[in-house]
């Protein structure tokens, strides 16, 4: 049985410590009244299911740990070509769905399964701004105006993580932003989550950095021996963190405390410059996107 209140989860990412009086099951986490207020009318939430706290804590621990992913559903896989600034959908047996071509440059994707649409971040791009497609509609749904350059994004919830000048946390629905890491970060890193961990490559110090939600540094994990030009990163549902060492042309495990390693695929393994990944935790499946070649699903 848990004993402990958990904390309203928007509050907490925004490093204030406000206890929750209820549990969305769909979202996940913990909401205070303010945010259970905000949360009961808003378009993507409305309908979600909700329990008191006292009854979340009455669930027994393994109950509380079911999540609401569902591999029937992860049926799509999206691609950013970054030099044709086009978003390709594919279907799972590799057909085209639809793409959509959008003025600025596009770097990173990803979904938010609340309302069924893609965030894609513009890169370097003059035309700053993260924008938002309607898979359902399969056009362009809305523009984020941002005052600096995004490049790597993930979603928790129905906010962003995003990787510009520092790491951001960005409401899709009314633009707020909160500066989570404040320090100066270099172009092209990417970013992921799990729990309340967030995780980011720096190419620069070629190094991958762990912080808790609030922005501190939990481990970093440096060895220019194993690992080159760390970009896409994602996490499995142990929190082992996968990463793609684009010069090092592999793709590198580390352990949930940063402190283990090993390099799980190389280019005996079809990579070839590779830049991007994402490990569907619904599936098990490791996808791995090689610069300019091709996508494969290699485990």
Known sequence: MATSIPLCGAYELQHIRKPSIVWCTDCEEGLCSECQNYHSVSKPSRNHNTLSINEYQELPSDVQQITQNCGKHDEKKAFTYYGLNIVKVFNIGGSKDFEVK???YVFDVAYII??????????????LGITIINIQNKNI???IPVDSYCYGIAVKDIQLICSAAGIQLIDPYNNATNEIVCEQL??????????????HTNNKTESVICYE???TVQWTFKNKSVLKNPCGISVDNDGNVYVVGNTSNNVVVISPDGKQHKKLLTASDGLSKPYSLDFCRSTNRLLVANRGYKAMVLL
């Open 102 to 104: 959008k003025p600025p």
């Open 114 to 127: 609340e309302d069924n649409t893609l965030v894609v971040t513009s890169g370097d791009s003059e035309r």
């Open 141 to 143: 749904k809305q523009e």
């Open 186 to 199: 270099p172009k092209y890193c990417y970013v992921a989550h799990f729990g309340d961990k967030m995780y």
């Open 213 to 215: 939600q609030q922005g």
